[in-house]
């Protein structure tokens, strides 16, 4: 049989674990995702010039040449800087407004590359029995987190997480090997990818975690860098599927991903692989939906077609600042906030 299954999967929010808040950790309970990543050490703070607004200034560099960055504006009233630097809180439009010293300097640069880009470090899940954990459990005690952040707390580094949340599942009767097999028969899908009691099926994580770290490599992850088989994926082979596809989507979003192989940041990215140890496999394993050859007229090409509209809007969306809670942090944790 033919078939491509399609996870959409969303970026909820780009942030350091240090700088946590109840609000944040509140969002946290959908999410059994998450991407770890890094940029150049980001501040901000309050510049005064006689009778004038104060401005906020953020201070940074690109990601990839080193040139230093500063930007500022004065639309914040009252504006403050806390935690070393790295955060900043004040009234706009009679509303109170907080956030990171990167978040800021993200807007203020209309989310240029050399600020947004962001190098994935790690891929990693949370999901426990029957999706008792989350995002917000795990990267509050892993060891691996603690070692990126060990290594990084003493360089001109700042690491982020970002919880990602599954979306939409989707199937088509279609795939990118033309040979005439009869497509998927009706709601076969969703037995292989049903939602159990409205939290994302263990599979389902398991699938779109691999996806995601056999395609960016990241630096920290030992396991999945290889898109090959493994026992996630026998239930979509054995009911027909021969693609699968993850649209990591940031709309809105203010961080663009890359890593040392996807050297490319971009806000979505469109990953597709073949499903590893079909009998009639091709030489494509993973990548992009541009690197495979698909048939011009088929529902194959519409649905790549529909994941580039998809992708464009994520593009060219306008860039949000979310705001978790009534303040910031209380102050900047130590290392321990890592480790308890």
């Known amino acids: 049989m033919a078939g491509t299954a399609l996870y959409e999967v969303g970026a909820l929010h780009t942030y350091q674990r240090a700088l946590e808040n109840d609000g944040i950790r509140a969002a946290l309970q959908e999410s ?13 703070t309050v510049a005064r010039a006689g009778l004038g607004r104060p401005r906020l200034v953020t201070r940074t560099r690109d990601v990839r040449s080193a040139q ?3 930007l500022s504006t004065d639309a914040v009233q009252d504006p403050t800087s806390r ?11 009679g509303a109170p407004v907080h956030g990171e010293a990167w978040h800021l300097a993200a807007l203020l640069s209309d989310r240029a590359t050399s600020i947004s880009a962001h ?17 917000g459990h795990r990267t509050s005690s892993h060891s691996t987190l603690q070692k990126i952040y060990e290594d990084h707390r003493a360089r001109e580094w700042d690491v982020f997480v970002t919880p990602l949340v ?19 028969e009706g709601g076969l899908l969703e037995s292989i990818l049903q939602h159990e009691r409205n939290t994302v099926a263990e599979n389902t994580v398991d699938v779109v975690e691999h996806l995601l770290i056999s395609y960016f490599r990241p630096k920290y992850n030992k396991k999945l ?14 009911g027909g599927y021969r693609l699968v596809s993850v649209q990591l989507q940031a709309l809105h979003e203010l961080a663009a991903f890359f890593s040392a192989t996807r050297t490319s940041p971009h806000r979505s990215h469109r990953i597709l692989a073949e499903v590893p140890a ?23 090409a519409l649905l790549a077609a529909a994941t580039a509209t998809t992708s464009e809007l994520a593009r060219s969306s306008s860039g949000i600042l979310r705001v978790f809670g009534d303040s910031g942090p209380v102050s900047q944790p130590d290392f321990s906030a890592w480790g308890a």
């Open 83 to 93: 935690s070393d630097d790295a955060y900043w809180s004040g009234i706009v439009n």
């Open 278 to 300: 079909l009998p009639e496999g091709t030489e494509f394993t993973i990548g992009g939906w541009d690197e495979v050859d698909l048939p011009e007229i088929s529902g194959i």
């Open 32 to 44: 059994h995702l998450y991407i770890v990543s890094r940029r150049p050490r980001t501040t901000v």
């Open 166 to 184: 599954v979306g939409k599942l989707l199937s088509l009767n279609d795939d990118h090997i033309d040979d005439a097999i009869g497509g998927l």
């Open 119 to 135: 190098e994935v470090l790690y891929v990693g899940q949370a999901y426990g029995t029957a999706g008792s954990r989350h995002t």
């Open 225 to 238: 860098l290889d898109w090959v088989d493994a026992k996630h994926l026998a239930p979509l082979r054995n």
């Open 68 to 70: 230093d960055i500063v």
